[in-house]
């Protein structure tokens, strides 16, 4: 298998150096927007390029409003701080998930619980979930809490693994039903639809990154998707060091974050926001020829849930046991073919090793099997 896997992607991408697990591409007009920012001296937190951007973002995925930031992981923050995630809150998550998920409730001095992912969407199990609360918490006059240690549960916290949507319809029943926040955690899934609604819209707020190797990239960025107006001119507020506006005072009325996304930035994500509906057509025809290729043997490519469109940002494949994943790994990465094993579950990692955690057999099971391949777009698939 690994020595078919490695032809089969290098006669894809039609080379024979290092072929990345996603790399970035800029075939429009990313230069001349960045050198527009130069040209105009607006390089910094103020421009036309980050309120382009923000509209883009508004019009692609029919939020109510859209907060750019430096990053996803400043999103995420900003995110659990509008739904009141406070010191010593839990917030429940997935255990298969990347760390920053958990730093950012981390630093707000809550603290992470780990509940298992679905098979089907790879993210956020509702019946996990469920089952979660059932056994620890207990509903209030102000909410849930734990039983035993009476901290609140602020937030629930879904992430669309690999661009694969979670089943949100159970979720927010499941959230509803508790008096939870939900918080997306989209990152992984611009471009994803559950029932032709856009990830990240369905939650109270939702967090898109555009780090370099995501579907599109600003170098450094991210997105708050705020699901009503007035929160979502709120996020703007405090992301932008909560200044109230006036022609020459400086006067803040509360603590805010200086989570800007520079304008220099956002021209990249204008001009990738351009190339958003080709890098999917082509990443999805990738996805079909992966489906081909993995058909009949005993790597179960993953695909995306009957109910969702995925972006198909990484591609993943399940191998059939721990040795033959081994092998794979070693062999793909020595013949210059990047593949990567999925992150280590968050409860291994030391800052969250005494986590409480709920069941997590599907977690463990993917943790121990998942490898993803080679997912950049590819030239000859196609318009870029
Ligand atoms: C990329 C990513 C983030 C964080 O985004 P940054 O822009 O790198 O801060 C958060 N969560 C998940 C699941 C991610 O994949």
């Not at 159970?170 to 939900?182: P, R």
Request: hydrophobic share 40%; with cysteine; proline share 5%.
């Amino acid at each position: 298998m690994t020595k078919q896997l490695v032809s089969f992607v290098k006669e894809l991408y039609q080379t024979n150096e290092f072929i990345p697990l996603h790399a970035p591409t800029f075939s429009g007009n990313e230069q001349q927007y960045v050198s527009e920012t130069i040209s105009s001296t607006f390089v910094s937190s103020v421009g036309k390029f980050v309120d382009d951007f923000e509209a883009h973002i508004e019009n692609y995925t029919g939020t109510a409003k859209a907060v750019a930031t430096v990053n996803g992981t400043a999103a995420l923050h900003t995110a659990l701080y509008m739904v009141g995630v406070k010191n010593n809150d839990i917030v429940i998550t997935q255990a298969l998930t990347f760390v920053a998920t958990c730093n950012a409730l981390h630093h707000m001095g809550a603290e992470p619980a780990f509940v298992d992912v679905s098979p089907v969407s790879l993210g956020l199990c509702p019946k996990a979930l469920s089952a979660f609360l059932e056994q620890h918490a207990v509903l209030t006059e102000s909410g849930p809490v734990h039983k035993t240690t009476k901290q609140r549960f602020q937030a629930v916290v879904p992430m669309h693994t690999f661009g694969h949507p979670v089943e949100l319809d159970e979720l927010i029943s499941v959230c509803n039903e508790w008096q939870i926040a939900l918080v997306e955690d989209a990152a992984e899934s611009l471009g994803s639809f559950y029932k032709g609604k856009h990830t990240g819209t369905l939650g109270d707020f939702g967090a898109i990154s555009f780090n370099g190797n995501k579907i599109i990239t600003t170098g450094g960025g991210g997105m708050v998707l705020c699901k009503t107006l007035a929160p979502g001119q709120h996020t703007k507020h405090i992301t932008t060091t909560a200044k109230v506006p006036h022609p020459y005072e400086f006067f803040h009325d509360e603590a805010g974050f200086n989570y800007r996304m520079p304008n220099l930035n956002a021209a990249l994500g204008c001009a990738q926001m351009e190339s958003l509906a080709a890098f999917i057509d082509n990443k999805r025809h990738l996805a079909n020829l992966y489906i081909d290729f993995f058909n009949g043997s005993d790597f179960k490519f993953v695909t995306e849930p009957n109910y969702a469109k995925s972006n198909y940002w990484l591609n993943a494949i399940i191998c059939p046991n721990q040795s033959e994943r081994e092998k794979l790994l070693k062999q793909t990465n020595a013949d210059g073919v990047m593949t990567r094993p999925v992150w280590q579950l968050m409860h291994r990692l030391p800052m969250f090793e005494k986590a409480m955690r709920g069941d997590l057999s599907h977690s463990e099971f993917i943790e121990a099997h998942l490898v993803n391949i080679p997912s950049s777009p590819v030239n000859s698939l196609g318009k870029l």
